[in-house]
């Protein structure tokens, strides 16, 4: 198995089509065929189902996606220690999030404006997340306020780069795709989904359920791929942010919820014990002004 296959397969589990899978990865539709052809052989189970033009995953196929991501994940991080052990480590910053599709537009933006520096930016483990620890790996942490420890919040220098709102995101031929805002009472008809993320973004979801005297309805975890998949088919509605449109390049709908003024403050932190590099503060500087002067 290679790394190529699981890149071919990830991106046909997002599009759900080889053709478009194939240009945005700049081959040829045979290649990616062939490859998954090769990857489902090796597995030895299918892994979409095919239903006109169009591959859908299976059970099979999304319990494979959840490892293909996280083996992925593994190597961004393995690149990012490598990275930092050679000569040319202080040209290199590693940034760990806790929420990655909020961040993907700033990230391109800065390899954009700086491509003599190296930037990695990887999930932050929930293992650290609970110990409440900033590995040496990273250089900042992009994150929620109550994504963090006290106890880290506390060891970090940190500033508030801007407000996020809870939002739902939905296929533009959804029958709430033109409103202007959406109450969480009329939710509780639809299928709902959110990406899988930490559990703070789950527990804020929750409370805001609870401030509103509304039932917890069931809501089903996925990875940001199949949830955008789920919604591209019109078959769900996925729980995100408005902050999350500026990274989907889909032709989705994000939809502010009705939640009494709620905002969630995202923040940087970096270590208070460890003097940024040149490249490091080129980052702390651009983000500063990519958001604090909008």
């Not at 299976?58 to 293909?68: H, P, R, S």
């Not at 899988?196 to 789950?202: K, S, V």
């Not at 009705?258 to 003097?275: F, L, M, S, V």
């Amino acid at each position: 198995m290679e790394i190529t296959q699981l890149k071919y397969f990830m991106a046909v589990a997002k599009t759900g089509k080889i053709v478009i899978a194939a240009d945005s990865l700049f081959v040829t539709p045979p290649a990616i065929s062939t490859s998954i052809a090769q990857l489902e052989k090796e597995l030895g189970v299918q892994l979409f189902t095919r239903r006109a033009n169009r591959l859908q995953l299976n059970k099979q196929g999304e319990i494979f996606l959840g490892y293909a991501e996280a083996i992925l994940n593994s190597i961004n991080h393995a690149r990012t220690e490598i990275q930092e052990s050679m000569e040319n480590g202080p040209q290199h910053i590693a940034v760990a999030v806790t929420s990655s599709n909020l961040w993907i537009d700033l990230i391109s933006s800065f390899s954009l404006e700086y491509p003599q520096l190296t930037l990695t930016s990887s999930t932050m483990p929930n293992s650290d997340l609970i110990a409440g620890t900033f590995s040496n790996r990273y250089s900042f942490i992009l994150a929620s306020d109550g994504d963090l420890t006290p106890k880290l919040v506390e060891e970090c220098n940190s500033l508030l780069l801007f407000h996020d709102c809870p939002a739902i995101m939905v296929n533009k031929a959804h029958p709430l795709a033109n409103r202007e805002t959406v109450s969480l009472s009329e939710l509780t008809e639809q299928r709902l989904i959110w990406p899988r993320t930490n559990q703070n973004f789950a527990e804020r979801y929750y409370q805001l359920f609870r401030d509103s005297h509304i039932s917890i309805p069931m809501i089903c975890t996925y990875s940001y791929l199949i949830c955008q998949s789920l919604v591209s088919q019109n078959a769900a509605v996925a729980l995100t942010t408005m902050q999350a449109q500026n990274a989907c390049m889909e032709d989705f709908r994000f939809i502010p919820l009705e939640a009494n003024g709620t905002k969630w403050a995202q923040r940087i932190y970096w270590r208070k014990d460890a003097p940024l590099t040149d490249a490091e503060l080129a980052f702390h500087d651009f983000i500063c002004e990519y958001y604090l002067q909008k």
